[in-house]
């Protein structure tokens, strides 16, 4: 898949040093995946959530952190929507 807003991420990681590790992990298994569905992403992040317009919302370091994206699976991009702390998410209109 290629990625749509990794400067999102990395000017996140900056400011939250303690994520830097889950969303390099996330950037990583992202970029290598092949996926043709929702279905396909579920399996390897089970507790990711689908939610309206195609927005995929995942769960980063446990639960302290949440990143919402679209992915596009005909064309295999991942647009990140946004990147933020549980509390933050909760303020999100997805």
């Known amino acids: ?7 999102e ?3 996140f990681m900056a400011l939250h040093a303690d994520s830097r590790q889950a ?3 996330w950037l990583t298994r992202m970029a290598a995946a092949t996926w043709v569905g929702p279905q396909e992403v579920m ?3 089970p507790r990711a959530s689908v939610v ?6 995942f769960r980063i370091k446990g ?6 994206a679209r992915i596009d699976f005909a064309n295999g991009v ?7 702390t549980h509390a ?6 997805l």
């Open 1 to 7: 898949m290629r990625i749509v807003g990794r400067r």
């Open 9 to 11: 991420i990395h000017s």
């Open 23 to 25: 969303l390099a992990a």
């Open 43 to 45: 399996v390897e992040y």
């Open 52 to 57: 309206r317009n195609g927005i995929m919302v």
């Open 63 to 68: 639960n302290d952190y949440r990143l919402a």
């Open 78 to 84: 991942v647009r990140i929507v946004a990147v933020g």
């Open 88 to 93: 933050e998410y909760d303020r999100w209109r």
